[in-house]
């Protein structure tokens, strides 16, 4: 139907219609439609209401619609499927926490007094943790903690309880703090747990009702590990093997049910107090033979029993099932049960104690060739038995690092520790070059040396004045030139500043918590190695790191591009791009984060210094 002018009219006015002057037409838009007053527009809108009411376009339009939406969802159905099943990309490999910690093994009693007794204490323990927090440890692991001997303050295994600590150091209540302020600052707490030998004075020895609970001898003519007992009269008893000294201690019978049940309920209570790993040791006391040697095969059982009933005990309490714990012993008597204690015996690992003998007297052919030797048969048994190392080089029954070797290469070997693979543990002192106490056979054991010395014995007590005769354990006579905690962490290239550098870059960077290990033959002196994640076809995934270590009584320079034909530097590395990271404190030629091109470059290094470099 046509428009009237006045319709017309409106609509221009109103913008919904324009004129053509030129065709005198109007054409416009209502109701959102191309509206145009000539007879094609209306030939047109004729044509499409036909169209849109014709009975076979009609249908047609709603195929089409209904077609649109089936093929969109059928599309977004195949995309989910694709995403579900395709191939899934290898989850990495996360470590064990235990794999990527620095351990810090501290003697309770010679740490840090805080109520002026003279006797170091956990709450001594707790106020150090930032101290130590700060230069990268991790862990923590004080010896001892359960109730000792009263004439014995420091040997873990003279114990008299193993359900209490030693009220020496502290109440439970302290011992709970300082393990809660550990987990707070995102820290670890092992502990010894001697579960072979007790004290002659454990009150079961002395107890003639509970002589099943010890191993006497059968035999007419006993073994000489078996001595008389002052309170069986006639039977001879098995002693404990200290280390290469017999003892007085007698051996538990694990035979007896009544022992292995007091054993779970103490690991149940100090897992409860927060205690995340427990060390084991003389696990080859466990079963014997009729002559007092070990009975291998049982001693397993008896510790796959041991760590069967702790593992479940962790899986069905809820106070502690998210927890991961970690069992580990050092198997200094018996090396032939290592495989079995790790694969069959339930324990994660095993120390690597084998630097803790060596010194400059025993290495007669050189310390490179010594410290070489080490690593090539320490490297062929953690290889064979495919686990991840754990190095110790230093602890409370061998002389202190600094005393078996001279002061550089002590720390030269305390670098080499902070750059191998797998986990380690440090004694305390070690991080500032601690010596042995002169003139004393337990020196090792001397007091922490925190500040210069003075009436508070090196910052040893907090509280209290003592004269010198007031403590019972060794100390410096004299300062030997900022051999003290607070005076390294002062400088900027001390010792412990070298030691914090490495203890955190080593925890950040997986090429050198679980990297592979590719090692030179030795040159000289010098001893090299790489570290790095392998990739595919000899390359590294992430960060590398070369490492040259001078064992030498000279400078001498090391040629890196050597070292490429050997696998030690991945093929996607470059030497022209080479970072210096941390060094020992008598590396001067360099800074730490130097860019270096070592491909024409020699790298130099004095006598007795090391360098890590990354690539």
């Known amino acids: 139907m046509a428009a009237s002018e006045e319709e017309k009219g409106?609509?221009?006015?109103?913008?919904?219609?324009?004129?053509?002057?030129?065709?005198?037409?109007?054409?416009?838009?209502?109701?959102?439609?191309?509206?145009?007053?000539?007879?094609?527009?209306?030939?047109?809108?004729?044509?499409?209401?036909?169209?849109q009411n014709d009975p076979f376009w009609k249908p047609f339009r709603y195929i089409l619609f209904a077609l649109f939406w089936l093929a969109w969802l059928a599309m977004f159905a195949g995309a989910i499927l694709i995403v579900l099943l395709s191939p899934k990309c290898a989850a990495k490999q996360e470590p064990d926490w235990w794999q990527t910690k620095v351990s810090y093994q501290l003697l309770t009693p010679t740490f840090y007094d805080t109520n002026g007794d003279a006797v170091g204490d956990f709450p001594g323990i707790r106020e150090k943790?930032?101290?130590?927090?700060?230069?990268?440890?991790?862990t923590i692991y004080p010896t001892p903690v359960v109730t000792t001997d009263k004439n014995e303050i420091y040997n873990e295994y003279d114990v008299t309880d193993h359900q209490t600590v030693d009220v020496r150091f502290g109440t439970e209540e302290d011992f709970k703090k300082l393990i809660d302020l550990a987990h707070d600052r995102d820290m670890y707490l092992v502990m010894d747990l001697p579960i072979s030998?007790?004290?002659?004075?454990?009150?079961?020895?002395?107890?003639?009702?509970?002589?099943?609970?010890?191993?006497?001898?059968?035999?007419?003519?006993?073994?000489?590990?078996?001595?008389?007992?002052p309170n069986h009269p006639g039977k001879k008893y098995l002693s404990c093997q200290l280390g290469s000294t017999p003892s007085k201690n007698p051996v538990l019978n694990w035979k007896n049910t009544e022992i292995q049940e007091y054993f779970n309920a103490t690991l149940e209570k100090y897992l409860l107090l927060g205690v995340d790993g427990f060390h084991i040791d003389?696990?080859?006391?466990?079963?014997?033979?009729?002559?007092?040697?070990?009975?291998?095969?049982?001693?397993?059982?008896?510790?796959?029993?041991?760590?069967?009933?702790?593992?479940?005990?962790?899986?069905?309490?809820?106070?502690?099932?998210?927890?991961?714990?970690?069992?580990?012993?050092?198997l200094k008597d018996v090396d032939e049960l290592e495989?079995?204690?790790?694969?069959?015996?339930?324990?994660?690992?095993?120390?690597?104690?084998s630097f803790s003998n060596l010194d400059s007297a025993t290495c007669s052919s050189g310390v490179a060739s010594c410290v070489h030797d080490a690593l090539t048969t320490s490297y062929k048994k953690h290889d064979s038995d495919n686990f991840t190392p754990f190095w110790q080089f230093s602890n409370a029954n061998s002389r202190r690092l600094a005393s078996r070797f001279d002061a550089d290469t002590a720390n030269l070997l305390t670098f080499t520790q902070l750059t191998l693979p797998g986990a380690i543990s440090v004694y305390y002192g070690q991080e500032i070059g601690l010596e042995n106490v002169e003139g004393r056979k337990d020196g090792q054991r001397g007091l922490m040396q925190w500040k210069e010395k003075g009436n508070d014995h090196h910052g040893f007590i907090k509280e209290k004045e003592f004269k010198d005769s007031d403590i019972y354990y060794p100390e410096q006579a004299k300062d030997k030139g900022g051999d003290n905690f607070e005076a390294q962490y002062k400088e900027t290239d001390s010792a412990l500043k070298v030691f914090k550098k490495l203890a955190q870059l080593r925890q950040r960077d997986p090429a050198l918590i679980l990297g592979t290990t590719v090692r030179d033959t030795l040159m000289d002196d010098v001893i090299t190695f790489g570290r790095f994640v392998p990739g595919v076809n000899g390359t590294a995934e992430g960060s590398a790191y070369i490492v040259v270590l001078n064992f030498g009584e000279k400078e001498t320079e090391v040629d890196c591009t050597k070292l490429a034909d050997k696998g030690i530097l991945p093929t996607n590395k470059a030497l022209t791009t080479v970072e210096v990271s941390a060094f020992t404190t008598g590396v001067k030629h360099y800074e730490a984060r130097q860019k270096l091109d070592v491909s024409s470059t020699k790298i130099k290094l004095p006598a007795k210094q090391g360098i890590l470099l990354k690539l």
């Open 10 to 51: 409106a609509l221009v006015e109103s913008g919904q219609a324009k004129f053509d002057k030129y065709n005198q037409l109007i054409s416009g838009s209502r109701h959102g439609r191309c509206w145009r007053w000539s007879e094609d527009c209306w030939a047109h809108e004729r044509a499409a209401r036909t169209v």
């Open 197 to 229: 030998c007790v004290s002659p004075n454990h009150p079961w020895f002395k107890d003639p009702l509970k002589a099943d609970y010890f191993v006497f001898s059968t035999e007419a003519k006993p073994s000489p590990k078996f001595i008389d007992s």
């Open 339 to 353: 495989v079995k204690a790790r694969q069959t015996g339930g324990l994660h690992y095993v120390i690597d104690s």
């Open 282 to 330: 003389h696990i080859s006391l466990l079963a014997t033979k009729p002559d007092g040697s070990s009975d291998h095969d049982a001693s397993i059982a008896i510790l796959k029993k041991l760590t069967t009933d702790l593992f479940d005990f962790v899986k069905h309490s809820s106070d502690v099932s998210n927890k991961k714990i970690v069992l580990f012993s050092s």
């Open 129 to 138: 943790l930032d101290f130590l927090r700060k230069i990268g440890i991790t």
